[in-house]
């Protein structure tokens, strides 16, 4: 009996933890939400390989003719204008040579140019990617010396019969020996949510915001709740009192929704500002994810300004999501403004882990 009573014990214990490795095991592996971040800054992984092929990812826009893919990646700039230049840009300041020449077309006829069109080049829109190819290199130069100057690579559709790259696009530059990748791919496109599930995540991400602010205000600053009723403008080009609300695909099949809410509130002390944040959701709300973390701005009048010193003078708008070039997942583009310096930043996210896959500047103080 006591033998018996040895070998249950023990089979209950390897029960207890095989169930114990088991709870840990689905932890460990549980997806959980990235870190947010606080702003989007430039950001570039574009440079030159061994060979003087364009290598790298770029954020842009496109029109019913053409595509003009940006960076502002001074490296790569200054690598172009020394390589490719007139031999004035090649000797003593580049920037003040740029500066000079505001605008400066790269020819990619010339002999040793050839190696920047014969990469594989992907351009993707919300309609889906599709194999594109270089037909202008231009320099931009800036009265701001760095600050300010950019690159931008007009590109078309390689082929025909591929999606539509109207609107925003991630450009992607791969080595020539990839160029087998670069087929046409249609985009799977999430229906748009209903009224009551855009209801629904607003209030979310309203709640989610305003206990993010609760916890790192001090109490002059606590914002006091909006009126019931207060109107929200819904994927319109208004920056107050509005949203983006859009749906973006996982590289598994579910869908997701990204909001960027920028809303008109009173301070306990009754002053105006403006509370913004981007996050994401599914349509249960079992998940939540800050992309950006909530922010505060001064309203006067309409107008923006940075709150206090130290404070990020930011916002979101322009929220879109545009076909990736892995596992059919989207990313998100987007413009953060800066009301500080009115600097225009457009940005690729990758949303899965708040990463900045691209950024590039588009208007600012220096423009």
């Not at 690159?151 to 019969?161: D, I, Q």
């Not at 539509?164 to 087929?183: I, Y």
Request: net charge neutral; hydrophobic share 40%.
């Amino acid at each position: 009996m006591r033998k018996h009573f040895l070998q249950v014990a023990i089979v209950t214990a390897l029960l207890a933890g095989c169930k114990a490795a088991g709870q840990f095991l689905e932890e460990l592996f549980k997806e959980r939400p990235p870190a947010p971040l606080d702003a989007a800054e430039i950001s570039s992984d574009v440079r030159l390989d061994s060979t003087a092929h364009i290598l790298g990812s770029f954020v842009g826009e496109g029109t019913s003719r053409q595509v003009h893919l940006l960076s502002s990646d001074t490296g790569f700039i200054a690598v172009l204008a020394r390589r490719y230049g007139p031999p004035e840009a090649s000797r003593g300041d580049v920037w003040g040579w740029l500066a000079r020449r505001r605008v400066y077309r790269l020819d990619l006829d010339a002999t040793g140019a050839a190696s920047l069109t014969a990469g594989a080049m992907l351009a993707g829109s919300p309609d889906g990617h599709t194999p594109v190819r270089l037909w202008s290199l231009l320099l931009r130069g800036s009265d701001c010396g760095w600050r300010g100057v950019q690159a931008e690579l007009v590109v078309g559709e390689a082929r025909s019969g591929g999606p539509s790259l109207r609107g925003p696009v991630v450009g992607s530059f791969r080595a020539p020996e990839r160029s087998a990748s670069g087929t046409p791919y249609f985009r799977h496109i999430a229906p748009d949510p209903s009224d009551s599930l855009i209801g629904d995540l607003l209030r979310r991400t309203e709640r989610a915001m305003d206990s993010v602010l609760a916890r790192t205000l001090p109490s002059r600053e606590q914002l006091a709740p909006r009126e019931p009723g207060e109107r929200i403008e819904i994927n319109t080009l208004e920056d107050i009192d509005a949203a983006d609300v859009l749906p973006f695909n996982l590289e598994d099949g579910r869908v997701r929704y990204a909001i960027s809410l920028r809303e008109r509130r009173l301070t306990a002390e009754g002053e105006e500002v403006m509370a913004a944040t981007v996050m994401a959701w599914d349509s249960a709300g079992a998940w939540q994810q800050f992309i950006f973390r909530p922010i505060l701005l001064d309203l006067h009048r309409g107008r923006m300004a940075a709150r206090g010193t130290g404070r990020l003078p930011v916002f979101w708008r322009r929220l879109e999501a545009v076909s990736g070039f892995a596992f059919g997942r989207d990313y998100l583009w987007m413009e953060q403004v800066d009301v500080k310096d009115g600097s225009v930043l457009w940005a690729i996210l990758e949303p899965r882990s708040n990463t900045v896959v691209a950024a590039a500047e588009v208007d600012g103080p220096c423009r």
